[in-house]
Antibody, heavy 120, light 107 residues
Framework: EVQLVESGGGLVQPGGSLRLSCAAS????????MHWVRQAPGKGLEYVSA????????YYANSVKGRFTISRDNSKNTLYLQMGSLRAEDMALYYC?????????????WGLGTLVTVSS | EIVLTQSPATLSLSPGERATLSCRAS??????LAWYQQKPGQAPRLLIY???NRATGIPTRFSGSGSGTDFTLTISSLEPEDFAVYYC?????????FGGGTKVEIK
């Protein structure tokens, strides 16, 4: 069974940093691109960042470029999101999602999310 | 970046009725468009990818169509469990983007 479990969320002050993790199981992690998607309270979905299966390429939303860094450790089946210079508008539930590739070109599996609160 | 505009924002229908949801892109995304369903307190679920392909386990009452800039998600006959928020997403160009969502509510 495919599972994605996010962790690392919490309360952080504006300007602070946080590292999110997503532990993957039930599939060959190293074969899939992985993404972070967030959802502010009561709002819609927002793509945040993506990384290719081997970690060779990374992509970011304009709103987080230069502040967030996505990475992965295929030996640990874990995806990361290093978040810096956090702002009030970064407060959201952060999901990790597997990109299904050509067999299902979309986010075919999602975690339950980890909540990031930015407040002084 | 490519902007996706979904309409209507809210659709009020009764069970058994047909739902037609629209997603319009600010530039062509070819067929690289997906649809997701999200219920309160749950993660989204992939319904349709590449405009018209149903994801694994998705009932046949869900169908997608369109290409270029105009796309449609159709639910042929609404079941009680279909009342939710629906999002489109493009993967034609980075950054990937989502539409603002359409809420399908019970009339």
């Amino acid at each position: 069974e495919v599972q994605l479990v996010e962790s690392g969320g919490g309360l952080v002050q504006p300007g602070g940093s946080l590292r999110l993790s997503c532990a993957a199981s039930g599939f060959t992690f190293s074969r899939y691109g992985m993404h972070w998607v967030r959802q502010a309270p009561g709002k819609g979905l927002e793509y945040v960042s993506a990384i290719t299966s081997n970690g060779g390429s990374t992509y970011y939303a304009n709103s987080v470029k230069g502040r967030f860094t996505i990475s992965r450790d295929n030996s640990k089946n874990t995806l990361y999101l290093q978040m810096g210079s956090l702002r009030a508008e970064d407060m959201a539930l952060y999901y990790c999602a597997r990109f299904g590739g050509s067999a299902a070109a979309g986010y075919d599996y999602w975690g339950l999310g980890t909540l990031v609160t930015v407040s002084s | 970046e490519i902007v996706l505009t979904q309409s209507p924002a809210t659709l009020s229908l009764s069970p058994g009725e047909r739902a037609t949801l629209s997603c319009r892109a600010s530039q062509s995304v070819s067929s690289y468009l997906a649809w997701y369903q999200q219920k309160p307190g749950q993660a989204p679920r992939l319904l349709i990818y590449d405009a018209s392909n149903r994801a694994t386990g998705i009932p046949t009452r869900f169908s997608g169509s369109g290409s270029g800039t105009d796309f449609t998600l159709t639910i042929s006959s609404l079941e009680p469990e279909d009342f939710a928020v629906y999002y489109c997403q493009q993967r034609s160009d980075w950054p990937l983007t989502f539409g603002g969502g359409t809420k399908v509510e019970i009339k």
